[in-house]
């Protein structure tokens, strides 16, 4: 096997459940040599949580924590004793990352901080997972990925019905986006050491990146300019008909056809009935006003066939309609089959099982699972043999240096004087819509010049989304653009004309990085193959993100963002009870997979780095997504059983109470979560001790998920007595994971996301003023540069000009001739 592109990077895990362990899968997955600090008697809290085969619980039989934690080491110490945490120091004075999601509390109270960190090695990347971040009013609040999520405005604005508990997707969202995050701007941090000056502390609040890069993206802009701000309808596109998941024969299918197009193909597939003739029914807005009717006769239709037919024939006639799939519908179709997404691995307890493989593909190195996650402290011995050894050798060093290279670490300071990670790269960006100015975002905002490539010729559709600064309708206005596309710049390419291609492949010789969201096929026909890339910049890194791959038989399929995940198994999880599955009603894929993407992009960097050899990535969107299903899939694949909705309930009944409960005021929610038995019993006191609660019904864990839906009705009489405000300091007091559920106009006053600087004001280089989403992951020592999105062709003259040494004659030729346009 070849090796892996993290090979070399040594990675400390302190974690447990979801984020961390996730977060340092991506890491060992990709060929860094991940050791896992497990600690406690039980070690990780995933090895309890199942699911188990025949639902028997054992330590190292847990799905969950099969699917987290491959191709790692485990090493147990006593983290409680000074002999453990210093066993632990020996551990992080060789390291280069540090990955960990326990509290700020819980750092300061066992001396393992980042102040106490930093001194024992310069060179150290300490990657911090948590809720709500290591700085804020919320930091110290406990927190789980349901009360962090509900926090973002997302469910509030997204999903559910009105007048309903709003609802998460029935996975851990928040800390798969969280782990993501923390993967890219992580990896970012260590690869830019020499850049910046050494290591430093990335702090991840997974509530703040939701909130920013999905939330704030396509909300905050508006609601800052005209206090204008839209909730949850329980249709997937409220404006526009058919946009939504329907029932069908068998199941369920996201039905979607907006353009004209794909109207006209839905007709044909259906027959072409005489109503669906109308003239007014081409406009899907003028669908939209008549959605009763248009619902009325697709559901008429859907019902009398199978979604699989539903989506074959819809597909085939130009209409991006896809099937809801189950989780083992995704599972074992042919398509991931042929792209082998599933693996198997052997394991000395659990034995041979299935799980989930590498979320994106790499040319030279693949990477993925090859060895099945390891027994609690597998490799104390050996970990903690090799860590004396290299203390030993090196402790008179590192005794009289630290100090001194402590005093000398300041941070960088903001603005254009200080470097970034990832300054001097340079990326052509071909990106379009969401994913792909995202990934180019994610890369900007750490130090990269990203030159994203469009055109007047062909307006990207996300400029002509409304609201527009000022009112005004104009391509360069779009609020909602300028904060998605942030971090990027932009250079204005006709790429119908034979001249502007070639200037694009002048620019691509220039560039380290080429990003692409076309389907498979479409660069080629550019002339942008990955083999003529190569010819221009031998070393060249192509990302290519179509939405389910370069090949296999599902790689044409027409997908919107917000139904892409239709195609992975989640949106069969979403929904508030079996068979009453809801959309998610705008694209919670394209910055996941954006941000996943810039990922995938640096650990190709890092491969180059070190061999000085470029590749191609094959990310499919559908695969990258579906990580976030392993949960729902281990069980799948140890017990044949298939997830459906769960409202709003622990993923893998780890937890009860575990929901969202109704507060005074309009449409007012809180977040509780009792994962612990001490949260229980302080919940119980925060609500005066009912006499209800000491029911046997409600005696422990297994009683009270027996009887959730009576435990939940009674907790939300209490609650909607109280503000939501009020109701969670009472119950974070008393020890509780608790936060109020906020809506998008709740997230520019917040004190938590004020404090962070998550959203901020700038100023458009055309002269108008909005507000955008801030860096929403924080680092210790450089400060990102955060600009609004670009005006078509804002660096034009920077690029063709200063770059590539056109002559001014040539310039303006170029521009007359719409070639540079």
């Not at 024969?249 to 003739?277: F, I």
């Not at 892409?564 to 999880?573: A, K, N, P």
């Not at 939940?712 to 008393?734: N, Y």
Request: proline letters at 6%.
């Amino acid at each position: 096997m070849s090796a892996g592109a993290l090979e070399g990077i040594k990675v400390i895990e302190l974690g447990e459940s979801v984020s961390a362990p996730y977060c340092a899968k991506l890491f060992s997955d990709f060929g860094a040599d991940v050791i896992k600090v497990e600690f406690g008697d039980a070690g990780d809290s995933s090895r309890t949580w199942g699911p188990f085969p025949g639902d028997v619980p054992h330590s190292e039989k847990s799905g969950l924590f099969h699917f987290l934690n491959t191709n790692k080491r485990s090493v147990q110490l006593d983290l409680e004793t000074s002999q453990g945490r210093d066993a632990f120091r020996d551990l992080i004075r060789s390291a280069d990352v540090l990955i960990e999601n326990m509290t700020p509390a819980w750092k300061r109270e066992h001396e393992l901080d980042w102040e106490r960190l930093e001194p024992l090695n310069p060179k150290l990347v300490m990657i911090s997972i948590t809720a709500f971040g290591q700085t804020g009013p919320y930091a110290d609040w406990k927190g789980y990925d349901l009360n962090a999520y509900h926090l973002t405005g997302a469910s509030d604005r997204y999903c559910g019905r009105p007048g309903e508990m709003p609802l998460e997707h029935g996975t851990f969202a928040a800390d798969f986006f969280g782990a993501v995050s923390a993967a890219a701007w992580g990896l970012a941090a260590t690869l830019g050491r020499e850049n910046v000056g050494g290591g430093q502390q990335v702090d991840v609040s997974c509530a703040e990146a939701i909130a920013a890069a999905f939330v704030g993206g396509q909300n905050i802009g508006g609601f800052a300019q005209d206090g204008a701000f839209d909730k949850r309808t329980g249709i997937g596109m409220p404006l526009a008909a058919p946009a939504s998941i329907v029932p069908c024969k068998d199941g369920h299918v996201w039905m979607l056809a907006l353009e004209s197009g794909q109207w006209n193909g839905l007709r044909e597939v259906m027959g072409d009935p005489e109503w669906m003739q109308l003239e007014m029914f081409q406009d899907m807005f003028t669908r939209g006003e008549n959605a009763d009717l248009i619902y009325s006769m697709v559901n008429e239709w859907c019902a009398e066939h199978g979604k699989m037919e539903i989506m074959d024939r819809c597909q085939a006639a130009g209409c991006p309609i896809t099937a809801v799939f189950t989780v083992a519908e995704a599972a074992e179709h042919p398509h991931l089959k042929e792209r082998g997404y599933i693996v198997e691995l052997e394991h000395d307890q659990l034995g041979r099982f299935r799980t989930l493989g590498a979320p994106f593909k790499l040319s030279k190195t693949p990477g993925g699972p090859s060895r099945a996650a390891p027994t609690l402290g597998q490799h104390t011995r050996e970990v903690r043999e090799a860590a004396s050894s290299s203390t030993s050798s090196s402790s008179s060093a590192s005794s009289s240096s630290s100090a001194s290279i402590s005093a000398s670490r300041s941070p960088i300071p903001a603005g254009p004087g200080g470097k970034l990670p990832l300054d001097g790269l340079k990326v052509a960006n071909f990106g379009w819509v969401w994913a792909g100015p995202v990934t180019g975002q994610t890369l900007g905002f750490l130090g990269a010049d990203v030159y994203k490539i469009e055109s007047y010729a062909r307006v990207d559709m996300t400029r002509t989304l409304p609201p527009f600064a000022g009112g005004e309708r104009d391509p360069n206005r779009s609020l909602s653009n300028n904060a998605c596309w942030a971090g990027n710049g932009s250079v204005s390419l006709n790429l119908k004309q034979d001249e502007a291609r070639e200037l694009a492949l002048d620019l691509i010789a220039q560039c380290d990085v080429v990003v692409e969201n076309f389907g498979p096929g479409v660069m080629d026909r550019l002339g942008f193959s990955y083999e003529e890339l190569k010819r221009v910049k031998e070393d060249v890194i192509l990302f290519s993100m179509p939405a389910a791959g370069l090949y296999g038989p599902l790689k044409d399929v027409r997908t919107y963002g917000l139904s892409l995940t239709s195609t992975t198994g989640l949106d069969s999880l979403v929904g508030y009870a079996e068979g009453d599955i809801l959309p998610v009603e705008n694209a919670f894929s394209d910055p996941y997979n954006g941000i996943f993407g810039a990922f995938a992009i640096l650990t190709a960097l890092a491969h180059r780095n070190r061999t000085g050899q470029g590749q191609q990535i094959d990310f499919s969107q559908q695969e990258a997504v579906m990580q976030m299903v392993g949960p729902a899939f281990a069980d799948y694949a140890l017990n044949k059983r298939v997830a459906g909705p769960l409202g709003n309930r622990h993923p893998l009944a780890m937890a009860a109470p575990h929901g969202v409960f109704p507060c005074s005021g309009e449409d007012r929610w809180v977040s509780i979560v009792a994962q612990e038995e001490s949260e229980w019993t302080g919940l119980v006191a925060a609500m005066g001790a009912p006499e209800w609660a000491s029911a046997p019904e409600f005696s422990g864990l297994a009683q009270r998920l027996k009887n959730i839906d009576a435990l939940h009705e009674k907790i939300g009489h209490w609650t909607q007595k109280f503000d939501a405000r009020e109701v969670t300091e009472k119950l974070q007091a008393a020890g509780v994971a608790a936060a109020p559920v906020l809506g998008v106009a709740d997230l520019l006053d917040d004190p938590h996301y004020t404090a962070r600087k998550t959203f901020i004001e700038v100023d458009h280089p055309l002269g108008y003023r909005e507000t955008i989403y801030n860096a929403y992951v924080k680092m210790s020592r450089s400060v990102p540069r955060v600009t609004p999105g670009p005006w078509i062709g804002q660096d034009n003259d920077r690029v063709f000009l200063d770059l590539l040494g056109l002559d001014e004659a040539r310039y303006q030729a170029l521009k007359e001739a719409q070639v540079i346009y």
